[in-house]
């Protein structure tokens, strides 16, 4: 998959669900301004310009090394989201 395809896609699948992550923005600004040291506040713009993710500063501040989880690793995204477009299109093929 290209570099743009793959920056289609996500701008796309952020696009479906931008309420959910506009939320999470919210509620990760709130708590993260509460932390001591404070971590700084992340907004819609940076979230849209993300593009893997290893470059979720947000996730480097977790508890667990998130980029270590099965599900992280390319293969398996790459996988997973194979699976997915398959069920999908079986889905609509059927009805």
Request: proline share 5%.
């Amino acid at each position: 998959m290209t570099g743009y395809k793959l920056h289609q896609q996500i701008s796309k699948g952020l696009q479906r669900r931008s309420e959910a992550i506009r939320k999470v923005i919210m509620r990760y600004n709130i708590q993260a301004g509460v932390l001591n040291p404070p971590q700084p506040p992340i907004s819609w713009k940076d979230i849209v310009q993300y593009t893997f993710l290893g470059e979720f500063d947000l996730l480097w501040h977790a508890r667990d090394d998130v980029q270590e989880r099965i599900w992280a690793k390319p293969a398996v995204r790459e996988a997973t989201a194979k699976f997915f477009k398959l069920c999908r299109a079986k889905k609509k093929s059927l009805g």
